[in-house]
């Protein structure tokens, strides 16, 4: 069964950094495009960004773009999702998800068959 582990969530001032990862188990993650989603207090989940199996495309959107960078290393079968200039509107509950290939249509959640569990980001000061 496809299993994706969040980590590296926490409480981070404005303008501080957090890296996460998405880690894979029983499966390999080199068919795979794994977007990450966030979901606040109240709001609907949403998409973040998205990077394809090969890692050749990735997507932001537009309130992240120049701040949050996704990259995979496919060897160690982790996508990771590096958040730069944190600000408080960025609190939410971050997933990383999988499906096949490509990230087509990637904001649209219900394209991604499996979800991790979530990790939590809070930015205050």
């Known amino acids: 069964q496809l299993q994706l582990v969040e980590s590296g969530g926490g409480l981070v001032q404005p303008g501080g950094s957090l890296r996460l990862s998405c880690a894979a188990s029983?499966?390999?993650?080199?068919?795979?495009?794994i977007g990450w989603f966030r979901q606040a207090p109240g709001k609907e989940r949403e998409g973040v960004s998205c990077i394809s199996s090969s890692g050749g495309s990735t997507n932001y959107a537009d309130s992240v773009k120049g701040r949050f960078t996704i990259s995979r290393d496919n060897a160690k079968n982790t996508v990771y999702l590096q958040m730069n200039n944190l600000k408080p509107e960025d609190t939410a509950v971050y997933y990383c998800?999988?499906?096949?290939?490509?990230?087509?249509?990637?904001?649209?959640?219900?394209?991604?068959?499996?979800w991790g569990q979530g990790t939590q980001v809070t930015v205050s000061s």
């Open positions: 998800a999988a499906r096949s290939y490509r990230c087509s249509s990637w904001y649209d959640k219900q394209l991604f068959g499996s």
């Open positions: 029983g499966f390999t993650l080199d068919y795979y495009a």
